[in-house]
């Protein structure tokens, strides 16, 4: 049975067929968040801060840590913050030490940046989830000598130098590439974790049945754990949480085993449980049990992010010392 080992100083997750679904946070990321590339141009860690014990209440096992900001007011008094190559290390670097001081879950790195990638490699305590690499040559010789390197898990993207197929043949084609490739550098098709690339069904309506049937491929023809970004299935539509919402369950009943997502949505969060319950991931319903207290403070007029962090704190906060399953 396939079983992926990430790890903080202190928690150990397991993404595998027979484990409970893996909720990767995806808030702590500069892109497309003006307020938040502003503070971390600043130095300031606020929100980096609040995202991280939120997301861990609210379910997440594992934070992704993105480091791709743009510092406008920067650019324009030194070039060198236009590169990426330049901001990004020392950005990976200070959010990696701002998040382990205050969650204890294990970290996903996510770069397209190789220096910022290994800069985050050496900033972490434990075994990251290293986000990511492609079929694409370039990048499979800068990525994967640092997998082997550091011996952690990858992300395995389904596009290479051709782009994004919506050929369900060709992003498996592309999967089984990464995974013979990672074997050459010897590195096992346990440590790698294959996003098969969800396509928004606004714009392609067999995007759900594509998904599901790779994922099913994945796991029976190449022996390996899967993710995705979730809300790409509901992109460019309304009400797009009722749609995430049914896509989860869906692809964990196909064998999807994590995905990349917003924890602090309830909608996506209670679908997410109630899979675990049904696939006989949650053993005797206890996990269930205990959310099904946060969903009562929600009803009693709580956010579902303040009944989590307060369900949260009653069971105990952050836990340090012994080594415990996430």
Not at 236 to 249: C, E, K, T
Not at 317 to 324: A, D, L, N, Y
Request: hydrophobic content about 45%; proline content about 6%.
């Amino acid at each position: 049975m396939t079983r992926t080992v990430v790890e903080s100083k202190t928690k150990t997750v397991i993404i595998g067929f027979d484990e409970p679904f893996c909720v990767i946070g995806e808030r702590i990321n500069p892109t497309g968040r003006k307020k938040l590339a502003a503070e971390l141009e600043a130095g300031n860690f606020e929100t980096v801060i609040k995202d991280a014990l939120e997301q861990v209440a609210c379910g997440a096992t594992v934070l992704d840590i993105n480091s791709g900001a743009v510092f406008t007011n920067m650019m324009a008094k030194d070039p060198r913050y236009a590169d990426n190559n330049f901001v990004e290390p020392p950005l990976m670097k200070a959010l990696i030490e701002i998040v382990q001081q205050t969650v204890d879950v294990p970290l996903c790195i996510d770069s397209s940046v190789p220096g910022a990638l290994e800069a985050g490699l050496m900033a972490c305590e434990g075994r990251p989830l290293l986000n990511s690499v492609t079929g694409e040559e370039e990048r499979l010789e800068l990525v994967l000598p640092l997998v082997k390197k550091y011996n952690v898990p990858v992300v395995a993207i389904s596009n290479d130098d051709t782009g994004i197929s919506p050929d369900p043949d060709v992003r498996f084609a592309v999967a089984k590439k990464i995974v013979e490739r990672a074997a050459d550098f010897g590195i096992p098709a346990h440590d790698i974790v294959v996003d098969p690339l969800v396509m928004p069904v606004g714009a392609m309506a067999s995007a759900g049945q594509q998904v599901f049937a790779l994922v099913r491929r994945l796991r029976e023809e190449l022996g390996v754990n899967t993710t995705c970004g979730a809300s790409n299935i509901s992109f460019g539509l309304p009400h797009r949480h009722g749609i995430n919402g049914a896509f989860l369950p869906m692809a964990i009943g196909a064998g999807m085993t994590s995905a990349i997502m917003n924890p602090v949505r309830q909608q996506e969060m209670e679908a997410i449980r109630a899979a675990n319950f049904l696939m006989n991931h949650d053993a005797n319903g206890g996990e269930w049990i205990r959310f099904a207290k946060v969903l009562e403070a929600v009803e009693g007029g709580q956010t579902f992010a303040e009944a989590s962090a307060a369900a949260s704190q009653a069971a105990g906060g952050r836990r340090g010392g012994r080594r415990g399953r996430a």
